[in-house]
């Protein structure tokens, strides 16, 4: 499985930025997709998951009502939705997959990754 995120850039605090993630290859073993983030000097973190088939989505508490994700089954691609953007929400945002049944937190716990969108919200 290839993943290949998009979307990060510079906002203001407040404002909105939308993550998208493509997947490729053996997309039919893929049972949950989430973002983790990692900011300077702190570890990887996760944000939000989100399972193909049912949907059914977990959120990092301090993002929960201010980020959505989501599915796309047709295009293979999921979207974070980024609302109420803060400065600590800056940092390194990868999407990542994994087969095994569960939504897992850990970022140890997912084999496929893509490769960082960086996400910068100034005061």
């Known amino acids: 499985v290839q993943l290949q995120a998009s979307g990060g850039g510079l906002v203001q605090a407040g404002g909105s930025l939308r993550l998208s993630c493509a997947a490729s290859g053996d997309i039919f073993s893929v049972y949950v997709m989430g973002w983790f983030r990692q900011a300077p000097g702190l570890e990887r973190e996760f944000v939000a998951a989100?399972?193909?088939?049912?949907?059914?989505?977990d959120y990092k508490e301090s993002v929960k009502g201010r980020f959505s994700i989501s599915r796309d089954n047709a295009n293979n691609t999921v979207t974070l939705q980024m609302n109420s953007l803060k400065p600590e929400d800056t940092a390194l945002y990868y999407c990542a997959a994994d087969s095994r049944i569960g939504v897992s937190l850990r970022a140890r716990e997912y084999r496929y990754w893509g490769q960082g969108t960086l996400v910068t919200v100034s005061s």
């Open positions: 989100v399972t193909w088939n049912s949907g059914h989505t």
